[in-house]
């Protein structure tokens, strides 16, 4: 069906997992199964299909590297799991804005004399389909001017950060009117934190015992964890998670979820605690107390690359506005909130052309 031209905007320990899988399975059979992907081949397009054309970063040790060599410099840290070549993609100078967080200052190396790129005019030339939004918790003033860019230059836009575009009206009206689609907020792990929280707390819904409090709590070692300690850049984070749980149980009740501290050995591991407390029949207490060891990038490469292939479809079909079903798969903060098993049906229904979006 063609391949789908994919411009990144933040060259980090994500982008690199994603490029790294992308490469590590371009020549993937339809019959193989591939550990986190719906489908080897969704809606007729492969992993080999997706084609990186533009990347953007602001760290001085990426900026002008090829993309497939700006993928394991420092500061990331993620685990290597393929050799990727040269792309023939050169890492482009974006723009800061609030990209960068105090704690964060000290680690990048950022050249004051490097002038950033018109990155809708390379939207343009490098015929982008989709831009990848990668950028740090907090910056949410920058994804909504890379949002805009992505409008201007007529792309579709996938958010995998906590600042609501997918999900904000006013900017579900910016892409309809636009005629694109765009997916998100806030991408979720194969098997990470909050999906496994969202499958516990439906579990005990589902099985009738009343849950009165539950707390989530996450530390890592990677820059991601060091920008959230600053805790100013953290409530959209916190809102996407906690939302993300809350909608499986039908009753408010007390939660306490997000980032909780930087472990600098950790790296690219998110260690992830787990309790809910609650009270089944006769009023008998139980509790339940989990730990999830995972390295984190790695963890979202497969979901990014569903939720890719979900938009270069909508692109096809010229959906315009939000893609509702990838994004109640793939994401924390997605337009509409479903529980695991009815978004994936979702999915499915939209790859047959039986759902709208």
Known sequence: MGE???????????????IQGTHYYRNASEEELIPGLLHTNFGGYKVGDVKFVAAFDIDARKVGKDLGEAIYSEPNNT??????????VKVMRGEVLDGIGKFVKPVLKVDPNDDPVNVADVLRETEA???????????????????????????????????FIASTPQWQKEFEKARLPTAGDDVMGQIGATVLHKTIAKLLVDRGVLVEKSYQLNVGGDTDFLNMLEQDRLKSKRISKTSAVQALVPYEIP???????????????????IWLKGRYFGDTPVKIDVKL???????SAGIVIDAIRATKIGLDRKIAGPLVSISAYAFKHPPVQAPYEIAKKWVEEFIEGKRER
């Open 129 to 163: 389909d989709m831009v990848l939004n990668y950028l740090p918790v907090g910056s949410d003033a920058a994804s909504k001017w890379y949002a805009k860019q992505a409008l201007k230059a007529g792309c579709a836009f996938v958010n995998c950060m906590p600042s």
């Open 293 to 299: 060891d995972v390295i984190d990038s790695p963890n």
């Open 4 to 18: 789908i031209r994919v411009a990144v905007v933040g060259v980090g320990n994500c982008a690199s997992a994603l």
């Open 255 to 273: 939660l306490r979820i997000g980032p909780s501290d930087y472990v600098s050995f950790l790296e690219n591991n998110k260690i992830c605690y």
């Open 79 to 88: 685990r290597g799991f393929c050799k990727v070549p040269r792309i023939g």
